[in-house]
């Protein structure tokens, strides 16, 4: 620590630590461009002179070290001086175009020039001007507004590991750019919108769309995935005009994925319903929302006298809230029915009793970038959890971490792998298993414990490297993606997971599924417990086994079964076989159109008050921040109402807070008994068949991140979907020349898919995207695939 | 010089005697410095085919490992790097500060209109392209210009013409 004074106030700074930061954390302005202490120091606009005592010029405090005994002035006339010189020599070339800039009212040029700058410019020659880029759909370029602090380019380098920008040219000429055209693809790339201090660089979709000062900001979290972003909405006129991220330092820091970014796109989509929807005759008409509530009663209560409360099954989407959840399945008991779930993506269901109270990191968000070395095994972090992939980034850059990864395909990560396997399917449960062989060699008890798991076993020297790195590293962490959970043998894999951990010394972890898995367990929306994790004495059917078509009624929340289970087909059939299907939901999904029989239209994100509980096990509420979309209701209303039409007892909530209260009461209450590891069955040899890896795109997660237009059109330089394989592969099938394929599941309907051949698949692989139109209709996600040739 | 031809559309792959070029300069740098190499790298691939299509450059980047981005950005800031291809002769007119006050803008004047060409441009008949450069350091004998990779200082418009005269003569 020294003492250093800055304009006459005594603060205390940390040893090596850059004035400018000493000055922010007291509450000192100095004014700034190119400095953001998220990224490195490039100390490049000069905006940030100041005066040091002794020093003969003024100093950027960006880039000066605090030293015991300096004295700084940041408004002496010299620092002045220089601050006024510097905005001028700023706007020599900067276009005064702040009336049609959509930077205007929210810019840092204008506010330090106004600020901090004359109020004439000595210069009068022409300005140079620099053509604009087209980046794709999410950023808007308008280059002759770069002040050239290169913010967007470090933020590449640093923090997205993707550069795509760059300063091209020399002096007068010098520009900021991509050089070749393309479209920006790094999932966090929006980033850049806030960054940038100026105009140059701003939000597509919002382009022209209003000003910063018509705006209201309210607070919310991020619902797609399990980190649980803090955003704040903008909204105008009870409309979300875009979304910005909210610091918090312990989850987002200052950054936001695009995908949180730039969803609100599909809540505004015009495909949302506004009216409940009763299905007669195979016609969709509109209706009251008390026909339909009464509809939706009597079709289910009719289910449930023919048939018994066991014919009725309710299906969550995992990223509803804790409020949604725990009405949904008091609403599913109170009618006597245990066939409730969330887990729509998963196959394997044999552990269910043997897993904690809800799936977790098992380690701080905000720790993952201080770990010495981690195994990611099934999971593609960058696209499912993008701001823990910049984390662990992070790790790899400024720790030198171990980074590995064991999966099914070899996806592109943004920091480089020390070790990597990709093995199609059920391979991976060797290699898991060669790895817990290879750090057991020295613990007796271990090794009596998997004595028949692991007899045949012997690790080969990828394992082996593997075992010794994550045994080397001090903090060390195994994480499970949510690629990996979806897999017909997850049980398995989960307790190998925990064998690695436990024998290496590391902490072991999920990424979930969707934004609230964890809250799904926690507030009950399972089959085999109740909320607060307790035992449900009569246990009901899980997600696979009702989208088998065991239940003659389905009640849907925010699921479109056709794209977001596990089977395309299965579920479809399911539904179809169901005799009653009421959906809450703000579209009226093509699934559900079909076969459904009532649509009741609910709020989304930002039209919803609600609570998520992210992966780390913090609970987060989200206020609505707008009223819903016309005549939807939030999710927890409708559920509420159902209850008194059903005239249940419990169903008295006023507001979304009763119902949070009553679930934390009923949660806190409930006796969880954490439950011991279990060794699985030793492990099958891998079948020789081709099998499916079915990846959900990264925006095709959930049912409004596919109708954001914006989102979909930036994917648009990846390979198309199709049906993608190594060459290996195709010669083996025979169909390496084709341009097309015909793909088959079992229970399935054959579809023809564009043939992509693709090194990134393993053998014996075929890799399809689920959750999309196109592959709509095939079969499970990781199950056998048939492909041949297509006739005609 | 001359350019070759190159398919600017497929991958590019840079010749053996250009990736032994590459490696003797990675030798003389620490493993975590190999983006050290990069100028010495585009200029054994120019060497070869006389200029940097976008497909070098990647190749470049990507034998060094770096981001072809950064790549651009120093093949950009220099002036030696030829972007587009060029002529059989490459002229290279200084119009830095020394040369300036000695008339070179003159100089470039007399080129343009000699060769009917603009700065940055190529010949019809592909004998030359004219380009401006920053100091060579002859400002001693300001004006300069420096044609392939000789020198010639001292310039008027008449000893242009018998320099152009030269080098057109000379097949
Ligand atoms: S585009 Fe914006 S962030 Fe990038 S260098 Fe220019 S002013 Fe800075
Ligand atoms: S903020 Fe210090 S030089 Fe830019
Ligand atoms: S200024 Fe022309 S050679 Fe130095």
Redesign the pocket.
């Known amino acids: 620590m020294v003492e250093i004074e800055i304009d006459g106030k005594k603060i205390q700074a940390e040893n090596g630590e850059m004035l400018i930061k000493a000055a922010d954390d007291n509450g000192i302005t100095i004014p700034r461009y190119c400095y953001h202490k998220k990224l490195s120091i490039a100390a490049n606009c000069r905006m940030c002179l100041v005066e040091v005592e002794k020093a003969p010029k003024p100093l950027p405090a960006c880039a000066t070290p605090v030293a015991d005994g300096m004295k700084v002035f940041t408004r002496s006339p010299s620092a002045l001086n220089a601050q006024r010189s510097v905005m001028e020599f700023l706007l020599i070339n900067h276009p005064l175009d702040c009336p049609i800039c959509d930077q205007g009212g929210q810019c840092e040029l204008q506010d330090l020039a106004v600020g901090f700058g004359g109020d004439r410019s000595l210069y009068d020659e022409g300005k140079r001007a620099v053509a604009n880029e087209n980046v794709g759909p999410l950023v808007e370029t308008r280059m002759t507004r770069c002040i050239h602090c290169s913010r967007c380019i470090r933020f590449g380098d640093e923090i997205a590991g993707l550069r795509e920008f760059g300063m091209v040219h020399r002096g007068e000429h010098a520009k900021v750019a991509t050089y070749v055209k393309h479209s920006l693809r790094s999932e966090v790339a929006g980033n850049i919108i806030d960054l940038c201090p100026v105009g140059a660089l701003t939000s597509k979709p919002f382009l022209y769309r209003g000003r910063a000062w018509e705006l209201d900001a309210h607070e919310a979290i991020a619902p797609h995935d399990c980190l649980g972003s803090n955003i704040y909405v903008h909204t105008r006129r009870n409309q979300v005009m875009r979304v910005v991220p909210r610091e918090n330092e312990s989850i987002n820091e200052t950054w936001l994925a695009d995908r949180d970014r730039f969803s609100y796109l599909g809540a505004n989509n015009d495909e949302r319903v506004g009216k409940p929807m009763i299905k007669r005759e195979g016609q969709w008409h509109e209706a009251t929302w008390i026909e339909a509530l009464e509809f939706a009663a009597n079709g289910l209560e009719g289910v449930r006298k023919q048939h018994g409360a066991e014919a009725l099954g309710a299906l969550a989407s995992a990223s509803c809230t804790v409020e949604e959840y725990f009405l949904l399945q008091q609403l599913m008991r109170s009618l006597g029915s245990h066939n409730i779930d969330h887990r729509l993506r998963e196959t394997d269901f044999s552990d269910q009793k043997h897993l904690p109270l809800f799936p977790s990191l098992g380690m701080q968000i905000e720790d993952l970038e201080n770990l010495n070395s981690f195994l990611l095994i099934g999971s593609n972090i960058q696209r499912e959890q993008p701001l823990a992939g910049v984390r662990l980034r992070k790790a790899v850059v400024k720790n030198q971490a171990k980074a590995m990864s064991v999966n099914f395909l070899d996806h592109t990560v943004n920091f480089p792998l020390s070790e990597k396997l990709v093995v199609a399917g059920d391979a991976l449960l060797f290699e898991l298993a060669g790895i817990v062989k290879a750090l057991i060699a020295d613990q007796k008890e271990l090794q009596d414990q998997t004595e028949q798991l692991l007899k045949s076993m012997q690790p080969t020297a990828e394992q082996q490297a593997i075992a010794d790195k994550l045994k080397q590293g001090e903090k060390s962490a195994i994480i499970l993606g949510a690629f990996v959970q979806q897999h017909p043998e997850a049980a398995t894999i989960r307790a190998l997971a925990q064998l690695i951990a436990q024998a290496s010394g590391s902490s072991c972890g999920v990424m979930s599924l969707g934004a609230n898995s964890a809250g799904a367990y926690v507030a009950g929306m399972l089959p085999h417990r109740l909320a607060g994790g307790a035992v449900a004495e009569k246990p009901g059917l899980d997600a696979g086994a009702m989208l088998t078509g065991a239940c003659r009624s389905l009640l849907l929340l925010n699921v479109e079964p056709a794209y977001d289970a596990a089977n395309s087909a299965l579920a479809e059939q399911a539904l179809a076989k169901a005799d009653f299907v009421v959906s809450l939901a703000p579209y009226l999904s093509n699934d559900v159109r079909e076969h459904g029989d009532v649509l009741l239209p609910i709020a989304t994100f930002a039209e919803n008050t609600g609570t998520y509980i992210n992966v780390e096990g913090v609970w987060q509420t989200s206020r609505a921040a707008i009223k819903p979309f016309q005549e939807c209701r939030p999710a927890w209303k409708v559920l509420r109402v159902l209850g008194n039409i059903f005239k249940l007892d419990g169903f008295e909530y006023v507001c979304a807070q009763d119902v949070l209260n009553k679930a934390q009461e009923v949660i806190d209450a409930a006796n969880f008994v954490e439950p011991q590891w279990f060794c699985p069955a030793p492990i099958a040899l891998p079948k020789a068949k081709t099998q499916r890896i079915a990846e959900w795109p990264i925006y095709s997660v959930d049912n409004v991140v596919r109708r954001a237009v914006a989102l979909q059109e930036s994917l648009h330089y990846e390979q198309p979907y199709g049906a993608r394989m190594n060459q290996a592969t195709a010669n083996k099938l025979s169909i390496a020349g084709d341009s097309e394929v015909m793909v088959e599941q079992a229970n399935a309907a054959s579809i023809c898919l564009p043939l992509k051949i693709d090194a990134t698949v393993p053998d014996n692989a075929v890799a399809i995207e689920a959750g999309i139109e196109a592959t709509r209709g095939l079969g499970g996600a990781f199950e056998n695939i048939t492909i041949t040739k297509r006739v005609g | 010089m001359a350019t070759e031809t190159v398919d600017t559309t497929a991958e590019f792959v840079l010749s053996e005697k250009v990736r032994k070029e590459i490696d003797h300069w990675l030798e003389k740098f620490p493993e975590e410095q190999r983006q050290s190499a990069v100028l010495a790298a585009l200029h054994a691939v120019q060497q070869d085919i006389g200029w940097l299509p976008e497909n070098a450059m990647d190749a470049v980047a990507d034998y060094i490992g770096m981001p072809h981005i950064a790549v651009y950005e120093v093949a950009t800031f220099y002036d030696m790097y030829n972007l587009k291809p060029i002529g059989k002769h490459k002229i290279t007119v ?1 119009t ?4 300036m006050l000695c008339g070179s803008d003159k100089i470039v004047e007399h080129l343009q209109q000699r060769l009917d060409i603009k700065l940055g441009e190529t010949t019809s008949d592909g004998m030359f392209t004219l380009k401006e450069v920053e ?5 001693k004998n ?1 004006p ?1 210009m420096q044609v392939d990779f000789d020198y010639h200082e001292n310039l008027t418009p008449e000893s242009l013409d018998q320099i152009i005269e030269k080098y057109r003569n000379d097949k």
């Open positions: 200084c830095n500060i020394s040369c100091c060579l350091a002859a400002c300001a300069m």
